[in-house]
T-cell receptor, first 113, second 116 residues
């Protein structure tokens, strides 16, 4: 069964601190791994997309890593800001077909001043 | 640039009433279109996808149906809502490049549906 699991479920950090979110997946056939940011009551917005051959990808203060051998990914947020408070969703794309995505349940991040 | 619209933003409906949610995309042609539902604390679940006008595929059996009357219009419907239909409904689109499965999906703002 295709699954994407994220940890922790929720996280509280102080403004300016760094944090790392984890994602484990069992998805086949694997095509790509994405991280999305979802503000409360809004649609998800893409942060990064990595294919099988990519180990890391950055988008500003967000850095995603991918270990295709262990089927793990992480999202590192540097120098957190209050606006980083959101849910972060790990998503794995399947190869072939119509671009099917498997979504994790997300990590809810709260950045406090 | 491309934009995706959904309406209404919020909706409260009684059990047994009909439903119609609309999604439109601007600035692109022949998009793949998707309807997702997001339950609290759960990952997004794909309900329907469409690769062209009148072409609808369903991922899970349910009380809902979808239609694509125009290239950039995607409608989610129900004849009789159930309590379990409550949730956050998201429409998304992606480009259609032959042989590519990395096409990014762009999500709409969502519709919060509460069935009472």
């Amino acid at each position: 069964k295709n699954q994407v699991e994220q940890s922790p479920q929720s996280l509280i950090i102080l403004e300016g601190k760094n944090c790392t979110l984890q994602c484990n997946y069992t998805v086949s056939p694997f095509s790509n791994l994405r991280w999305y940011k979802q503000d409360t009551g809004r649609g998800p917005v893409s942060l990064t997309i990595m294919t099988f051959s990519e180990n890391t990808k950055s988008n500003g203060r967000y850095t995603a890593t991918l270990d295709a051998d262990t089927k793990q990914s992480s999202l590192h947020i540097t120098a957190s800001q209050l606006s980083d408070s959101a849910s972060y969703i790990c998503v794995v794309g399947l190869s072939g077909g119509y671009n099917k995505l498997i979504f994790g349940a997300g990590t809810r991040l709260a950045v406090h001043p | 640039s491309q934009t995706i619209h959904q309406w209404p933003a919020t909706l409260v409906q009684p059990v047994g009433s009909p439903l119609s949610l609309e999604c439109t995309v601007e600035g692109t042609s022949n998009p793949n279109l998707y309807w997702y539902r997001q339950a609290a604390g759960r990952g997004l679940q794909l309900l329907f996808y469409s690769v062209g006008i009148g072409q609808i595929s369903s991922e899970v059996p349910q009380n809902l149906s979808a239609s694509r009357p125009q290239d950039r219009q995607f409608i989610l419907s129900s004849k009789k809502l159930l309590l379990s239909d409550s949730g956050f409904y998201l429409c998304a689109w992606s480009g259609r490049q032959l042989g590519s499965s990395e096409n990014e999906q762009f999500f709409g703002p969502g519709t919060r549906l509460t069935v009472l």
